[in-house]
């Protein structure tokens, strides 16, 4: 089978990397993939290791955008690939793919990594459409199979969810200690968008610090809020306690020099940052937003704490860098079950699946001619 992944760009996030590992593991398997993307980033190197083939179509950002010019030459990759399904991830790769097939006859996948809270009336009405007219739908936790039904209509049927799991060379298996500015690290790791609550932690860390002055707050990654970000902290007095990597090559391996997790966001999908902590024995502290609570058991592999939360994430804090003992439990116990719980091949199994009915019903479609 040839398959056509298609992503907004191939920048380190926790959407690109799925895509990245996907690829992998269905090259492994057998499968003909190859990528799309409008702009590339660091994550092309890993899938050109991997010998996957990468086409990167487009310069300038498009993400959260109706890219027309994606769209026409992601098209032409189609026609010249005689690709039997294209599975596409992100708002602007979706819509791309929605437009790009039309005509083709091969079958289109859409995975939803997120609640999409950023859209207003057009985005969603284009959502909307995306969606309905796709073969197969795939959501990373019943939220978002619950949105993609209330919201836009999508036939429960269409929908599978199907969490997020770790590509088996991302498990780690030992701590690596802090060699970023020593002492504590309270980590973050993702875009710098608001959803992700990054300054909620800042605001956090005031209340920390005044306890535990020793702390390092580390943020790995990039965005949009990243200036807005450094401005708060510098008005919160964190200049010496915070320090902002940017987006680099390899961020997972950094997560297990962290002393502590914190996923402060307030919407998420499944993000794989949990999982990649937990396998590395990483506590976390995260919001109770999303796909994290089917991720986490609160006071078993985690703290959970209500999103927007400022005084209830800093007591979570407090509370692992207090208390050695739960943080080494809640460490042990994350470590095992995300094991058990999330196999990669749980994921890749439900993912051909979803191929499987998708190529199905088009080959229905194309039979009656519609």
């Known amino acids: ?69 994606f769209a026409w030459k992601l098209r032409r990759v189609l026609r010249a690939g005689e690709f039997d399904l294209v599975h596409a991830h992100l708002y602007a790769g979706a819509v791309a793919a929605a437009l790009a097939v039309i005509g083709i006859g091969c079958a289109r996948v859409v995975t939803v990594h997120s609640e999409s809270r950023w859209q207003r009336h057009f985005a969603r009405s284009v959502s909307g459409y995306v969606y309905r007219t796709a073969d197969a739908i795939l959501a ?38 802090a060699t970023l500015r020593g002492g504590v690290v309270v980590g973050v790791a993702g875009r710098l968008h608001r959803d992700k609550g990054v300054d909620v932690l800042l605001d956090a860390m005031v209340r920390v610090l005044y306890r535990h002055p020793q702390v390092q707050t580390v943020v790995v990654g990039d965005g949009p809020q990243r200036e807005h970000l450094q401005r708060k902290a510098r008005s919160l007095g964190l200049d010496d306690r915070v320090s902002f990597l940017g987006c680099i090559p390899g961020a997972r391996n950094l997560i297990p020099s962290f002393d502590v997790l914190v996923v402060p966001s307030r919407t998420e999908g499944s993000p794989l940052v949990v999982l990649e902590a937990m396998a590395a024995g990483i506590p976390v502290v995260a919001s109770c937003v999303g796909g994290i609570p089917d991720q986490i058991r609160h006071g078993v592999t985690g703290l959970l704490v209500a999103p927007d939360n400022p005084g ?18 809640l460490a042990a116990e994350g470590r095992r079950q995300v094991a058990e719980r999330f196999p990669y091949r749980v994921l890749l199994d439900g993912i051909e699946r979803v191929y499987a009915e998708a190529l199905a019903r088009r080959s229905a479609r194309n039979t009656r001619g519609c």
């Open 1 to 69: 089978m040839r398959i056509l992944l298609v992503v907004d760009s191939l920048e380190v996030g926790g959407a690109e990397q799925h895509v990245t590992d996907l690829a992998r593991a269905l090259r492994a398997t057998g499968y003909l993939v190859t990528v799309a993307c409008a702009t590339g980033g660091p994550l092309v190197a890993e899938l050109e290791a991997a010998r996957v083939p990468v086409h990167v179509l487009v310069t300038g950002p498009v993400k959260h955008r109706v890219d027309l010019r």
């Open 140 to 177: 990373v936790s019943e939220p978002i199979a619950h949105q993609l039904t209330v919201v836009h209509g999508v036939a429960p049927d269409r929908t599978t969810v199907i969490a997020n799991a770790l590509y088996p060379t991302a498990l780690c298996t030992r701590r690596r200690r």
């Open 312 to 329: 209830e994430l800093g007591k979570a804090i407090e509370q692992l860098l207090c208390e050695p003992a739960t943080r080494n439990s």
